[in-house]
């Protein structure tokens, strides 16, 4: 079979909508190109074990070729879209045109802080590797700052740590927290009274992930006493 003369579908963003798009796809007469800016694929759910160090990067970020290696009809091309045309069916990447058949955009969302302009700008946020590593190292460098710093309110400044939404991703991040200083940081830091360290979880609603089931949010409520949580 002449594969030039096959459908060309480009799907853009290898996200786990576009997986799952280019692997439903295996076995179809058609030519695939799936385009993203990242080698590797992107387990989001876990980037906040790398926030507080659980996890390292490499485990949860797996390469795409490697994915797909057996698929006979995928390409991939690592690349960042430039320029998309719907009527002449073409888009532009940095440093080449790809025409197409059909387009699949799957390039993900972005993080809403509704309207809270001083949280965005100061806040970290936790959507790719660069800014989970990010969390992680200044998570890390507040307790080396507090672990010789003299003056009580300072260093109890330095200990206090603030996630907004209460979200499963927000409150999955300050459970993890909430482990990590009572079963690590107490070991590592012994010379700092763990009563120095406040987790607070931020949310705007009522209830601790609002979707899910009243009796699963007061669970959430028992976890964050459990775990010396504060839920504001």
């Given at each position: 079979?002449?594969?030039?003369?096959?459908?060309?579908?480009v799907i853009i963003g290898a996200g786990f909508s576009g997986l799952e798009t280019a692997r439903g796809l295996s076995n179809a007469p058609v030519r695939i190109t799936l385009i993203d800016k990242h080698n590797h694929h992107l387990f989001q759910p876990l980037l906040y074990q790398v926030a507080i160090a659980g996890l390292v990067p490499s485990q949860i970020a797996y390469p795409i070729r490697t994915i797909f290696r057996k698929q006979k009809n995928l390409t991939f091309q690592m690349?960042?879209?430039?320029?998309?045309?719907?009527d002449s069916k073409y888009i532009k990447l940095n440093g080449s045109v790809i025409?197409?058949?059909?387009?699949?955009l799957a390039v993900g969302g972005r993080t809403n802080f509704f309207g809270l302009d001083a949280i965005e700008k100061d806040g970290f946020q936790l959507k790719d590797l660069e800014t989970?590593?990010?969390?992680?190292?200044?998570?890390?460098?507040?307790?080396e700052r507090a672990s010789h710093e003299g003056d009580a309110e300072k260093r109890k400044a330095l200990l206090t740590f603030v996630i907004v939404g209460g979200?499963?991703?927000g409150v999955e991040t300050a459970g993890a927290l909430g482990e990590l200083i009572s079963h690590v940081m107490v070991k590592d830091y012994p010379q700092l009274d763990i009563k120095d360290v406040s987790v607070i979880l931020l949310?705007?609603?009522?209830?601790?992930?609002?979707?899910?089931?009243?009796?699963?949010?007061?669970?959430?409520?028992?976890?964050?006493?459990?775990?010396r949580l504060i839920f504001v």
């Open positions: 079979m002449n594969t030039n003369n096959l459908p060309h579908i690349g960042e879209v430039r320029a998309i045309d719907l025409a197409y058949d059909y387009l699949v989970a590593i990010k969390t992680r190292n200044h998570l890390l460098l507040m307790f979200g499963p991703t949310e705007a609603a009522a209830d601790l992930i609002a979707s899910y089931p009243m009796n699963y949010a007061n669970l959430l409520s028992n976890f964050c006493v459990a775990r």
